[in-house]
């Protein structure tokens, strides 16, 4: 048999399944070591790298936007990308199956099936001889790129997680208009009841917004997306931070499949309330993600339970109209007073989904080199801030973008992205927000200044009415909760040869197909489905599932505690 027939093989007999939350990690460092490292002169002969992401970029110019052409000039490198469409994870088992790579590869939860293949290169050796600034970066931590203890190589560069991040601000998930605050007075929002009460008020009272039937609330079931509208709120509404589709004991290391939680049950019995009552789209599990948006942007949905990741392209065509009413606030919604919003509790630094060099990249010490070129602090700033004198300046020793960028940013932001390329290039290792670069400046613009200065007038006048400066403000603070000692259990490897790559799929099956039933059924038929689903989990073998995942949080504990 040969190794291209064992290869494909392998991948189709892969079930993976990609879960997602749009959240980072905290730390308690705010400030890291951020001296100059000292690279080899970088190379501007032309080369192009083939990139592949799971993750779909509207806004990406080619890089002729102003920091893609810098960065060609700087590094002669130039990205041709491939970006997923539809099924993400399908695309990266067929390339994998394929045998034939690109030169730099993001696969974020199928990276298993690229590494069985014999895809990714081990880069220990490349990051200890070429990327000094990489190294740096992650000082002590290195140690939580490996992939485990049984296979300690390092195959991925993080660019999802970030180093030192510190939360400034809140983007989801319960999400409600200002001009529904406004107009009645700014009343708490802590409860689901309270947001429903708030919802049902204005409905009542606005029962057409610009000439279209008002929307209460709207949910998200396109594909993966089920996950950060439908289901991942269940866990935060009842004071668990997103760990994926599990619930992990802070104690025992124990994991459950969280739709198992007999108070998530709970929050999905309120939103079948939602839907008896009226006030839930009726197209939450039928409409694509660019008729969710849509929607959104028409100024007629009240509420969004999602994160802003996911609903600011309908949001930036709401603030580029003047609706800035019709944007949205976040409050720590749970389904009651007994429990805690846990969004912000600390992870430490991740490691796990990021960016890999390929047996079949034609010069994998360019590659490493170009992607240290990013993570050094002229690189960190570049991609950051975008290019000094033109997109910002610096008024004393602080950078201030300028006032026509800041405007765009604000009211116009996928225009502001796809022109200056702020946002594009985050493919290499990153600072997270909060870090200070060796000027005492933020690396990044998700500072307490610039957050300020993106919030508008409305914004603005919403959170003094809440006597708060900023919407994380409204939170728990991370230090009312212990640091997870697994991180997130979301990015933890599950290897291919695992039962759980198979569990993991009957699981998905299961649960997509009865939440949204459960939520749709007649009252009285909710605890018939919602149980129904639970005894099929068993039958499934979600204990088995448990169990095998339990193992793999306690070997991370213990491998990132060596």
Known sequence: MNMSYKKMMSVLIVATMLVITACGNNTNEAKVNNEPGTADPKSVEPMTLSYYSEDIN????????DIGKYITEQTGITIDPEFAVGDAVQKTNLIAASGQYHDLMA??????????????????????????????????????????????????????????????DA??????????????????????????????????????????????????????????????????????????????????????????????????????????????????????????????????????????????????????????????????????ESYKAANFQQT??????????????????????????????EGQILINWGIEGKHYTVVDGKRVITPEFLEMKKNDNNTFKQTTGVGNYNLSLRYGDGVEDTTGNYYTTNNPVQILENYSPVEKEVLEGYGVTYWKDLFPKEDEFPIKAWGAAWNIPVPNDSPNTVYNKKMEDITRKRIPEAILAKPADFDKVFDTMLEELEKAGVLDMEKNYTELVKARVKLWSE
């Open 171 to 336: 983007g989801g998930p319960f999400n409600l208009q200002h001009a529904v605050v406004k107009e009645q007075g700014y009343p708490k929002i802590r409860t689901l009841q309270d947001y429903e009460n708030a919802i049902q008020t204005y409905v009542d009272k606005n029962p057409t917004i610009d000439g279209q039937n008002t929307i209460g609330l709207s949910l998200l079931a396109d594909d993966w997306r089920i996950l950060i509208s439908t289901t991942n709120p269940a866990f935060f509404a009842t004071g668990a931070p997103d760990d994926g589709e599990y619930f992990i004991d802070g104690e025992t290391y124990e994991a459950t499949y969280h739709y198992r939680r007999p108070a998530e049950k709970e929050y999905f019995r309120w939103l079948n309330h939602m839907n008896d009552i009226g006030l839930l789209d009726p197209e939450s599990f039928v409409q694509k993600y660019d008729q969710y948006l849509a929607k959104i942007a028409s100024g007629r949905v009240v509420a969004t339970i999602d994160q802003e990741w996911e609903i600011g392209d309908g949001e930036n065509a709401l603030k580029s109209a003047g609706k800035h009413d019709r944007a949205y606030g976040h409050y720590p919604v749970t389904l009651d």
């Open 348 to 377: 430490g630094f991740n490691g796990g989904w990021g960016v890999g060099i390929t047996v079949d990249a034609e010069d994998p010490v360019r590659a490493m080199k170009f992607l240290d070129y990013l993570a050094s602090e």
């Open 58 to 65: 509207p806004q990406w110019a080619d890089m002729q936007d």
């Open 107 to 168: 696969p974020k939860g199928s990276h298993g099936v690229l590494i069985d293949a014999g895809a990714m290169l081990d880069l220990t050796d490349l990051i200890e001889e070429h990327a000094p600034n990489i190294k740096k970066m992650l000082g002590d931590q290195i140690n939580r790129l490996r992939y485990s203890a049984e296979d300690p190589s390092i195959y991925f560069i993080p660019n999802l997680d970030t180093i030192g991040q510190v939360y400034f």
